[in-house]
T-cell receptor, first 109, second 121 residues
Framework: GQNIDQPTEMTATEGAIVQINCTYQ??????LFWYQQHAGEAPTFLSY??LDGLEEKGRFSSFLSRSKGYSYLLLKELQMKDSASYLC??????????WGAGTKLIIKP | GAVVSQHPSWVICKSGTSVKIECRSL??????MFWYRQFPKQSLMLMAT?????????EQGVEKDKFLINHASLTLSTLTVTSAHPEDSSFYIC?????????????????FGPGTRLLVL
């Protein structure tokens, strides 16, 4: 079957670094996506990986290992506004996104 | 990135009435749009895949006669919640796939509308 696993909740300190892990099993693979969702708002696109390795975009980086079915989102220099849910999603062979339940990230001063 | 809009952003209605939600792709054509529902503190739940010019594909457990989807053009899909009841109160979000241009070529990426919050009294 298709399955996406990520931690339910994480807590980190302002200014620190946090890594949110995601493992996936989908029918076919057309990329791994990370979205950010603030409470009461729709998700916004953060990053996309289809090849193994690290993709860096400012304070956010995303990593993919296709052989391990594993990805992580790395957030550096955490700011209070980074408090949100982070959704991991794998795009299957039909170009449909299979969603994880999301990781709620709590940033403390 | 691609822009997807939704209207209305908020709707409050009486039980038994029908509510129509519009989803538009503003700067690209979307042959496929997706409708999600999200209850408080829960993950996104895909309700249906809306295909331009053909019938929508509904996920298991979603009543197609209650949630009517029409995708009449390449930029517009509508979701009508018929005879809404309080348990239909939720956050409804549409999305569409659009190419994300990268050095290696385009990759389909899903962009979301801002969502519609429905409250049925």
């Amino acid at each position: 079957g298709q399955n996406i696993d990520q931690p339910t909740e994480m807590t980190a300190t302002e200014g620190a670094i946090v890594q949110i892990n995601c493992t996936y099993q989908t029918s076919g693979f057309n990329g791994l996506f990370w979205y950010q969702q603030h409470a009461g708002e729709a998700p916004t696109f953060l990053s996309y990986n289809v090849l193994d390795g690290l993709e860096e975009k400012g304070r956010f980086s995303s990593f993919l290992s296709r052989s391990k079915g594993y990805s992580y989102l790395l957030l550096k220099e955490l700011q209070m506004k980074d408090s949100a849910s982070y959704l991991c999603a794998s795009m299957d062979s039909n170009y449909q996104l299979i969603w994880g339940a999301g990781t709620k990230l709590i940033i403390k001063p | 990135g691609a822009v997807v809009s939704q209207h209305p952003s908020w709707v409050i209605c009486k039980s038994g009435t029908s509510v129509k939600i519009e989803c538009r792709s503003l700067d690209f054509q979307a042959t496929t749009m997706f409708w999600y529902r999200q209850f408080p503190k829960q993950s996104l739940m895909l309700m249906a895949t809306s295909n331009e010019g053909s019938k929508a594909t509904y996920e298991q457990g979603v009543e197609k006669d209650k949630f009517l989807i029409n995708h009449a053009s390449l930029t517009l899909s509508t979701l009508t919640v018929t005879s809404a009841h309080p348990e239909d109160s939720s956050f409804y979000i549409c999305s569409a796939n659009a190419p994300l241009w990268r050095l290696a070529g385009p990759q389909e990426t899903q962009y979301f509308g801002p969502g519609t919050r429905l409250l049925v009294l």
